[in-house]
T-cell receptor, first 112, second 111 residues
């Protein structure tokens, strides 16, 4: 089993729909992150959490929300999806020292 | 100026060639540096950390120049399997975002 598991792997949704992307990890890491990747723009941070009670906005948090349900689970929600949220989304974890990331396999989201 | 900048490439090199990538960062408080490799449509994976004294892992050599605020990655004897995008990553411990990713440099090794 993968250390960091994202579901779903692919999703097509309509504009205005609410959608949740889920992430779970078996690394035992406290820190979890959500990124989106767009061609030519690299990875951009949406939200991050350093422990269960800690939630922080990243570079591009507008239109997104997150929930840290447990140390191992960190979900990302799009309250009302719009086409420019079409992207590849990655969840990642890191150790307390912040040295190095482990990424999930990604969720390819298309909003039509 | 962007926090982490890389030459986007693509770098097209023949098998066996030596290729070098540079990455510059703007925050002098940056503490840790990494190179990640990302294959097309896959997740990034840690290639190597970059230490102050420079470090080598097989055909890969990473170096850090704090005075000029850049890191480099050298790949010797390129293989077809080295074709990927290489991401420079900078960790700033006193900065809320923690990790900043460069946009990546694409490498294609040609037969």
């Amino acid at each position: 089993d993968a250390d960091v598991t994202q579901t779903p792997r692919n999703r097509i949704t309509k504009t205005g729909k609410r959608i949740m992307l889920e992430c779970s990890q078996t690394k035992g890491h406290d820190r979890m992150y959500w990124y989106r990747q767009d061609p030519g723009l690299g990875l951009r941070l949406i939200y991050y959490s350093f422990d269960v009670k800690d939630i922080n906005k990243g570079e591009i948090s507008d239109g997104y929300s997150v929930s840290r349900q447990a140390q191992a689970k960190f979900s990302l929600s799009l309250e009302s999806a719009i086409p420019n949220q079409t992207a590849l989304y990655f969840c990642a974890t890191s150790e307390l020292t912040g040295d190095g990331y482990t990424f999930g396999s990604g969720t390819r989201l298309t909003v039509v | 100026r962007k926090e982490v900048e890389q030459d986007p490439g693509p770098f097209n090199v023949p098998e066996g060639a030596t290729v070098a990538f540079n990455c510059t960062y703007s925050n002098s408080a940056s503490q840790s540096f990494f190179w990640y490799r990302q294959d097309c449509r896959k997740e990034p994976k840690l290639l190597m950390s970059v230490y102050s004294s420079g470090n080598e892992d097989g055909r890969f050599t990473a170096q850090l120049n704090r005075a000029s605020q850049y890191i480099s990655l050298l790949i010797r004897d390129s293989k077809l399997s080295d074709s990927a995008t290489y991401l420079c990553v900078v960790n700033v411990r006193n900065y809320g975002q923690n990790f900043v990713f460069g946009p990546g440099t694409r490498l294609s090794v040609l037969p």
